[in-house]
């Protein structure tokens, strides 16, 4: 099975750096995407690594060390609009080599103070 | 931009009645889910669909719950006799890959309350 493990709350000012950690335990291993939920609101894409290193994409950057089956996402110049819960995922291997589903952390909720 | 939809926003119900919940994926997708998210809660995994048939599902999409691609936009999920603990926010996604970066666009959801 999998499990993804990733701590419940941060809270960090405006224009701050916040680093959000997530590792995981799974029985194959396809990749590990970051998704951002507001408040009511539906969970929307973010980044997705499939190799070690780091990706950037504007002021969200996200990690990953397979070796250490660890990730994390990195927000910089914080904006009051990022207050957003942050979840981890990884997709499941299906039978038939199908890899769609996606297992999700249980979510950081993320908390920005002017 | 393409989005996905969802109708209704919400839904109350009865224990014991049928719910369908409908998603409009995005029109050049391939692939469509099912997620469900208890307030308070992860997003959880339901179902996936590929090619007209359930690729997978999870140990929550028992016998009661079902889905259906009726024509060419439609996807549903139905909840044949609905229980308290379904009361969540359903989500539907779709994407157009299922390989090794299948970002999915997730619809704004369907409340269920069941009362």
């Known amino acids: 099975g999998q499990s993804l493990e990733q701590p419940s709350e941060v809270t960090a000012v405006e224009g701050a750096i916040v680093q959000i950690n997530c590792t995981y335990q799974?029985?194959?291993?396809?990749?590990l995407s970051w998704y951002q939920q507001h408040d009511g609101g539906a969970p929307t894409f973010l980044s997705y690594n499939a190799l070690d290193g780091l990706e950037e994409t504007g002021r969200f950057s996200s990690f990953l060390s397979r070796s250490d089956s660890y990730g994390y996402l990195l927000l910089q110049e914080l904006q009051m609009k990022d207050s957003a819960s942050y979840f981890c995922a990884v997709r499941d291997r299906g039978l038939g080599g199908s890899q769609g589903n996606l297992i999700f952390g249980k979510g950081t909720k993320l908390s920005v103070k002017p | 931009e393409p989005e996905v939809t969802q109708t209704p926003s919400h839904q109350v119900t009865q224990m014991g009645q049928e719910v369908i919940l409908r998603c409009v994926p995005i029109s050049n997708h391939l692939y469509f889910y099912w997620y469900r998210q208890i307030l308070g809660q992860k997003v959880e995994f339901l179902v996936s669909?590929?090619?007209?048939?359930?690729?997978?599902k999870s140990e929550i999409f028992d016998d009661q719950f079902s889905v259906e691609r009726p024509d060419g936009s439609n996807f549903t999920l139905k909840i044949r006799s609905t229980k308290l603990e379904d009361s969540a926010m359903y989500f539907c996604a779709s994407s157009f890959y299922s390989g090794s970066h299948n970002e999915q666009f997730f619809g704004p959801g369907t409340r269920l309350t069941v009362l």
């Open positions: 799974t029985s194959g291993f396809y990749g």
């Open positions: 669909f590929y090619n007209n048939e359930i690729s997978e």
